[in-house]
Each structure stands twice: as C-alpha cells, then as structure tokens.
C-alpha cells in the first residue's frame, strides 16, 4: 500500500526509495510527483518504438542509454529520441520532484530526401492547389493580391544596387500589353513562371526558430531567363520545440519532416498542401532573392519586404570583395576585423558586419566568384584558407566554387553541389531525430570542404 500511495501522492510520502514506474502513452503527457534523497530510479514502460521525451522539474536526468543532453541545455531534460520496450534512468537531486514524460508518436524513420528535405517532384509542385508563383506573390503581397508588388518589384531591378537588368521592365511591357495596365486586375496565374522546390532548411534554426522553409520558381518564358527566385519563410518554434526552461531545439519540426518520408503518395501529397497552407503566411516571410542572368553577369540580390514593395540590403554574410580589396580606411578596418577574428572566420562562425557586405553581387558565367584579398594580415600565417572561409560563407563563391550558380534549374534536378549539400542536411536531420546532438551549423554549407 506505501508503494502505491507514493506513486499516487507522493509529496505525503517519506519513501524515496521504490522507483517510479511510468506507463508512456504513444501520444501525450504523463506527469508523476515523487520525492529524491540524492537519487532515485525511475521505470519507463513503453510499446514502443515510440519517440520519448522528458523533463524533471527541481532534478536532473542521468544514466539513460544512447540519449545525449544538448550542450547548454538543462541535464533536467531527456532529449527526445525513440524508446524501445522498457527502459530506466536515475534523477538526481533532493526535494520533491515532478517528472513530465511525453510519448512523441512513433519512431521516425531515416528520412528520404524527397520527402523530409527538398520536394522537387512534379505532382507536388505542379498543383496549383499546393503552390505556384500566384500564390507565393499573394501570399507575400501587403493587398493579398500581388499584383502591385510585382511590377514595383521588377521595376525596381532598374534601379538601385545592380542597376540596368532592363529585361524586367520588358516583361512588366508584355504584361500590361496583354492583362492592362492595372496591376491589382492582372491574373498572376498563367505567368511564365515554375516552381523548381520546396525546401527544408531547419539546419539554419538558431534565434528562437526552427530555420526556413523556401520556395524556389523559375522564369520559363523564352527570352526572360535564366531568371531564378527563391522566397524565404521562417518556420517558428512549436511548443514541443522548446524545454520548459525556454531552449528552443527543434526536434518536434524536425520529427514532423521526417514523418513525411513514412507517407504513400497519396498522403504525402495532401500532407504537402496542409504544410504549404499553414506555413506559407505572410507574417513569417523573411525575405526574397533573385540570382539571374538576365544580362550577364550573373546577379544576386535580396529583398527585403517594406510595405507593398522591397527594399535592398546588404547581402547576408556576403564580402563586398571589390570595396573590401581597395586600399583605404575601409580596407583598413576589415583587416583589423579579420585579425581579431580570424578563429571564428577559419570555422566560418564570423557574422560579417553589415558595414563590410556588399548590396549586390555579380559573377560572369561559368567563373568562379573572386576572393577578398587578406595580403598583409596577420592571420594568414596562422590560418592561410581564410579567404575561401570567408568565401564559403556568402552564396556566390559557395555556389560557384564547384558547380552552377543555381541550386535547381527549370528541370528540377539539383546541382552537384546541391545533390551533395542535401545528403549532408540529410545525416544531421536524421541525428537530430534519434536523440543525437550535433555539432553547431557553421555559416554555409554543411558538406565537407
């Protein structure tokens, strides 16, 4: 009778020593309060595979096999990771303590990539019902509609940083020939453009959210190619994103794109729609880039959303190699910023200050994007590949440094560099869903360099 009464109120009991025996639901929260003198033993009974996780409130969790605690998360979590059968771990610690253990569904599989990393397959984008350039410009639009956007967007690449992609002003000429001259009446629809992928990029989940979802279209019209652009949209952290003490770590989102690899077609493809139908809203829009070679050279630029049109800045993490290799105070002040952070700069964990960016980047066809001039900096003698680092973190030397700027063309097939960057976003999404914790992302790729 003692056992039973601690299992069931245990804050009246002085036993703190019969471990505590929790059945796990496959799905939802149990909740058990036991008192600890130093340690005590606590019995999971799961019909598993079933994915498990915990948190011990005023103790901490130690001794469960093949779960790693998150570095500088709380050691009174269990990382979420799947149980098989039985199992046991010891909290730690001297007081009352309420354990939560929530069943997480069933065990995720190894991901495919088509399915839990980039969709390029044509029944998903071509749907209208799921996604299209219509839609996208829609949903980004201040009026709903976007068609105003549009042409204060493509009107804009005449302008600004970059200045003369006159083909944009063109196209714009052609769409008011044929739809007239009021953009809030055009139909979006037939628009030459594809969508060439859908993009999981949780691999660039750091300030509180759970990385990008990206959408990426295309220009198929004749002459106003090769124009390529990619929307981006933050995916938010979910509550089982998150451990009770606030460390947001994102094993739910990732757990949730993994289960998409299990679906037959059919689910998957409805699946596709209701992720696109809540997680494509305007709220969670970041920004836009366009890499295109309307003229040559090859241009990249960014967009920030102002109101119903788009303002320029400077390129993320991206050297503005022609300013930075020019002698001056400018010069100057970059290879004083690269000596004092040359460790960061060689594991490419440097944010590059906004000051040293560049607002556009161009590259001929078929070069490779040149690279920052570090002579005269201490650095090098310690770490001569900075300036690749220091390339590798901005798209265009990434892109360019062994393959096409591109990462998916029309034919929505992916670049070499894309195909090897997907299997390196493929191990560390499936690390994260068996309870692993791995290395912190640097800026730019995953793959080995």
Same mark, same amino acid.
């Given at each position: 009778m003692?056992?039973?009464?601690? /299992?069931?109120?245990?804050?009246?009991?002085t036993?703190?020593?019969?471990?505590?025996?929790?059945?796990?639901?496959?799905?939802?929260?149990?909740?058990r309060?036991?008192?600890v003198?130093?340690?005590?033993?606590?019995?999971?009974?799961?019909?598993?595979p079933?994915?498990?996780?915990?948190?011990?409130?005023?103790?901490?969790?130690?001794?469960?096999?093949?779960?790693?605690?998150?570095?500088?998360?709380?050691?009174?979590?269990?990382?979420?990771?799947?149980?098989?059968?039985?199992?046991?771990?010891?909290?730690?610690?001297?007081?009352?303590?309420?354990?939560?253990?929530?069943?997480?569904?069933?065990?995720?599989?190894?991901?495919?990539?088509?399915?839990?990393?980039?969709w390029?397959?044509d029944?998903?984008?071509?749907? =209208?019902?799921?996604i !299209?350039?219509?839609?996208?410009m829609?949903?980004?639009?201040?009026?709903?509609?976007?068609?105003?956007?549009?042409?204060?967007?493509?009107?804009?690449?005449?302008?600004?940083?970059?200045?003369g992609r006159? !083909?944009?002003?063109?196209?714009l000429?052609?769409?008011?020939?044929?739809?007239?001259?009021?953009?809030?009446?055009?139909d979006l629809?037939?628009?030459?453009?594809?969508?060439?992928?859908?993009?999981?990029?949780?691999?660039?989940?750091?300030?509180?959210h759970?990385?990008?979802?990206?959408?990426?279209?295309? !220009?198929?019209?004749?002459?106003?190619?090769?124009?390529?652009?990619?929307?981006?949209?933050?995916?938010?952290a979910?509550?089982?994103?998150?451990?009770?003490?606030?460390?947001?770590h994102?094993?739910?989102?990732?757990?949730?794109?993994?289960? /998409?690899?299990?679906?037959?077609d059919? !689910?998957?493809?409805?699946?596709?729609?209701?992720?696109?139908?809540?997680g494509?809203?305007?709220?969670?829009?970041?920004?836009?880039?366009?890499?295109?070679?309307?003229?040559?050279?090859?241009?990249?630029?960014?967009?920030?959303?102002?109101g119903?049109?788009?303002?320029n800045? =400077?390129?993320?993490?991206?050297?503005?190699?022609?300013?930075?290799?020019?002698?001056?105070?400018?010069?100057?002040?970059?290879l004083?910023?690269?000596?004092?952070?040359?460790?960061?700069?060689?594991?490419?964990?440097?944010?590059?200050p906004?000051?040293?960016?560049?607002?556009?980047?161009?590259?001929?066809?078929?070069?490779?994007?040149?690279?920052?001039?570090l002579?005269?900096?201490?650095?090098?003698?310690?770490?001569?590949?900075?300036?690749?680092?220091?390339?590798?973190i901005?798209?265009?030397?990434?892109?360019?440094?062994?393959?096409?700027?591109?990462?998916?063309?029309?034919?929505?097939?992916?670049?070499?560099?894309?195909?090897?960057?997907?299997?390196?976003?493929?191990?560390?999404?499936?690390?994260?869903?068996?309870?692993?914790?791995?290395?912190?992302?640097?800026?730019?790729?995953?793959? =080995?360099l």
């Amino acid at each position: 009778m003692k056992r039973a009464l601690c /299992l069931l109120a245990i804050a009246a009991c002085t036993d703190t020593t019969t471990p505590i025996e929790v059945d796990v639901p496959d799905v939802g929260e149990v909740s058990r309060s036991f008192a600890v003198d130093g340690t005590r033993e606590v019995q999971l009974h799961v019909a598993g595979p079933v994915v498990v996780e915990a948190w011990a409130e005023g103790g901490a969790i130690d001794g469960v096999p093949d779960a790693q605690l998150a570095a500088g998360a709380s050691a009174s979590w269990l990382v979420p990771h799947a149980i098989d059968g039985d199992t046991s771990f010891v909290v730690r610690g001297n007081g009352d303590v309420v354990l939560t253990v929530a069943g997480r569904g069933a065990a995720v599989p190894a991901i495919a990539r088509g399915r839990s990393l980039a969709w390029l397959d044509d029944a998903t984008l071509d749907d =209208p019902a799921t996604i !299209s350039f219509a839609r996208v410009m829609a949903t980004i639009a201040a009026d709903g509609h976007g068609g105003t956007l549009l042409e204060r967007w493509f009107t804009a690449f005449a302008a600004g940083p970059g200045a003369g992609r006159a !083909s944009f002003a063109q196209f714009l000429d052609e769409l008011r020939a044929a739809q007239g001259r009021d953009p809030t009446a055009w139909d979006l629809a037939p628009l030459p453009f594809r969508v060439t992928g859908i993009h999981n990029r949780i691999d660039l989940a750091k300030d509180g959210h759970c990385g990008e979802l990206r959408v990426s279209i295309a !220009s198929t019209h004749p002459t106003f190619s090769p124009v390529h652009f990619i929307f981006l949209f933050r995916q938010p952290a979910a509550d089982d994103d998150v451990t009770p003490d606030g460390v947001v770590h994102c094993r739910g989102t990732a757990r949730r794109w993994a289960q /998409l690899t299990a679906l037959d077609d059919a !689910s998957f493809h409805a699946a596709a729609r209701d992720w696109l139908a809540t997680g494509l809203i305007r709220d969670r829009f970041l920004l836009a880039e366009s890499v295109e070679l309307s003229i040559s050279p090859w241009q990249w630029r960014q967009w920030l959303p102002s109101g119903d049109a788009f303002t320029n800045p =400077p390129l993320f993490q991206t050297i503005d190699v022609a300013r930075l290799n020019a002698p001056g105070a400018t010069r100057d002040a970059f290879l004083a910023d690269v000596a004092a952070n040359a460790d960061a700069i060689a594991t490419r964990t440097w944010p590059v200050p906004a000051s040293f960016r560049s607002a556009v980047a161009e590259v001929q066809p078929n070069a490779k994007a040149e690279l920052v001039d570090l002579a005269g900096s201490p650095a090098l003698a310690r770490y001569p590949e900075l300036p690749r680092m220091l390339g590798m973190i901005g798209c265009p030397r990434c892109h360019t440094d062994n393959a096409d700027f591109i990462q998916t063309g029309v034919d929505r097939k992916p670049s070499p560099f894309y195909d090897r960057e997907l299997d390196a976003r493929k191990l560390r999404l499936d690390a994260l869903d068996t309870g692993d914790w791995p290395a912190a992302v640097p800026f730019g790729p995953l793959q =080995p360099l």
